[in-house]
T-cell receptor, first 110, second 114 residues
Framework: KNQVEQSPQSLIILEGKNCTLQCNYTVSPFSNLRWYKQDTGRGPVSLTI?????NTKSNGRYTATLDADTKQSSLHITASQLSDSASYICVVPYDYKLSFGAGTTVTVRA | NAGVTQTPKFQVLKTGQSMTLQCAQD?????MYWYRQDPGMGLRLIYYSASEGTTDKGEVPNGYNVSRLNKREFSLRLESAAPSQTSVYFCASSDNRGQRETQYFGPGTRLLVL
């Protein structure tokens, strides 16, 4: 079954600190992996798209890594800001559809 | 350029009532999608439309119908609402159905069925 699992379910960090979110997937065949950010009460917004050949991709303070051999990805947030408080969703396409993880809710506190 | 818009933003229904959720995009995208998001679960695809005039079932189509009115608009209809349909509904659009395209999401419609 094509699945995307994320951990942790939620985390709280202090402003200025770093954090790392994990994503494991079983989707096959694999073509790319996306990370979306969803602010409370809003729709998801794309952060990064990583293809099979990309190990690391950055978007400002967000850095995504991909290990296609172990089918794992991580999203690292550097020097967190209050505006980083959101749900981060890992997404992997299959059969021209998307398989969504349940998301990790990040709360950044001052 | 508003992107993807959805109406209404919030709705309360009684069991058995019907309603239509509206979605429109101004990005000239071919493909449009309807998802539902429930607590602790990933977004699940209800229906999608690869192009104007075509619609296909997703993972959870039971209890829903859709209409691709034109290239811009894609509506979702609940004919007889049930409490299990309480959820947040998101419409999305993309340029193609290819695996590398980005989907753009609307702000969501929060539906409560009593």
């Amino acid at each position: 079954k094509n699945q995307v699992e994320q951990s942790p379910q939620s985390l709280i960090i202090l402003e200025g600190k770093n954090c790392t979110l994990q994503c494991n997937y079983t989707v096959s065949p694999f073509s790319n992996l996306r990370w979306y950010k969803q602010d409370t009460g809003r729709g998801p917004v794309s952060l990064t798209i990583m293809t099979f050949s990309e190990n690391t991709k950055s978007n400002g303070r967000y850095t995504a890594t991909l290990d296609a051999d172990t089918k794992q990805s991580s999203l690292h947030i550097t020097a967190s800001q209050l505006s980083d408080s959101a749900s981060y969703i890992c997404v992997v396409p299959y059969d021209y559809k998307l398989s969504f993880g349940a998301g990790t809710t990040v709360t950044v506190r001052a | 350029n508003a992107g993807v818009t959805q109406t209404p933003k919030f709705q309360v229904l009684k069991t058995g009532q019907s309603m239509t959720l509206q979605c429109a995009q101004d990005m000239n995208h071919n493909s449009m999608y309807w998802y539902r998001q429930d607590p602790g679960m990933g977004l699940r695809l209800i229906y999608y439309s690869a192009s104007e005039g075509t619609t296909d079932k997703g993972e959870v189509p039971n209890g829903y119908n859709v209409s691709r009115l034109n290239k811009r608009e894609f509506s979702l209809r609940l004919e007889s609402a049930a409490p299990s349909q309480t959820s947040v509904y998101f419409c999305a659009s993309s340029d193609n159905r290819g695996q590398r395209e980005t989907q753009y999401f609307g702000p969501g419609t929060r539906l409560l069925v009593l």
